[in-house]
T-cell receptor, first 111, second 109 residues
Framework: DAGVIQSPRHEVTEMGQEVTLRCKPI?????LFWYRQTMMRGLELLIY????????DSGMPEDRFSAKMPNASFSTLKIQPSEPRDSAVYFC?????????FGQGTRLTVV | DAKTTQPNSMESNEEEPVHLPCNHS???????IHWYRQLPSQGPEYVIH???SNVNNRMASLAIAEDRKSSTLILHRATLRDAAVYYC??????????FGAGTILRVKS
């Protein structure tokens, strides 16, 4: 099993641009989580899905952030427009209801 | 979300056991106790979880107090590769997990 796959691993973009982060969960896992990590705020849960349906998006910072899960094997987190304060490492994780398996993360830098 | 309290940092010698404490006095009856760790420049990694009884796996042991208001993660023989941030988290099975600051574990050779 390849584990949770995130792409890209690194992204540098200019302020105001749209950014799309991608995640492929482990096959058979029906929960998917998006987290963001910064030095100041630690690991923050942004949103999570169960069976492709968003269950809790209370952690999404503002309307500039959106997440979708069109099928069981793919999810996206989009930021439009991006701002420098969005710079962080974004992690995707999946589970079958038990332990979470995390991806390697996408390091986003907005300049 | 029920809150956990962990020491900011701990230090251990290589090849010795490590006991990482976690207090969770407001735990509910349906909360599992989860432990994750994050090595430098990597995503968090699942370590172990339990509800009431002590649990063992290849990575660690989890000792849960009888009143469930505290727990201890036990690494039986610390290695340099165990240096990481260890997170103790409460959450219902299948529900969201909210990470705190965790404990930074340093392992000395």
């Amino acid at each position: 099993d390849a584990g949770v796959i995130q792409s890209p691993r690194h992204e540098v973009t200019e302020m105001g641009q749209e950014v799309t982060l991608r995640c492929k969960p482990i096959s058979g896992h029906d929960y998917l989580f998006w987290y963001r990590q910064t030095m100041m705020r630690g690991l923050e849960l942004l949103i999570y899905f169960n069976n492709n349906v968003p269950i809790d998006d209370s952690g999404m910072p503002e309307d500039r952030f959106s997440a979708k899960m069109p099928n069981a094997s793919f999810s996206t987190l989009k930021i439009q427009p991006s701002e420098p304060r969005d710079s962080a490492v974004y992690f995707c994780a999946s589970s079958a209801g038990g332990g979470l398996a995390f991806g390697q993360g996408t390091r986003l830098t907005v300049v | 979300d029920a809150k956990t309290t962990q020491p900011n940092s701990m230090e251990s010698n290589e090849e010795e056991p490590v006991h990482l404490p976690c207090n969770h006095s407001t735990i509910s009856g349906t909360d599992y106790i989860h432990w994750y760790r994050q090595l430098p420049s990597q995503g968090p990694e699942y370590v172990i979880h339990g509800l009431t009884s002590n649990v063992n796996n290849r990575m660690a042991s989890l000792a849960i107090a009888e009143d469930r208001k505290s727990s201890t993660l036990i690494l039986h023989r610390a290695t340099l590769r165990d240096a990481a941030v260890y997170y103790c988290i409460l959450g219902e099975y299948g529900n969201k997990l909210v990470f705190g600051a965790g404990t930074i574990l340093r392992v000395k050779s």
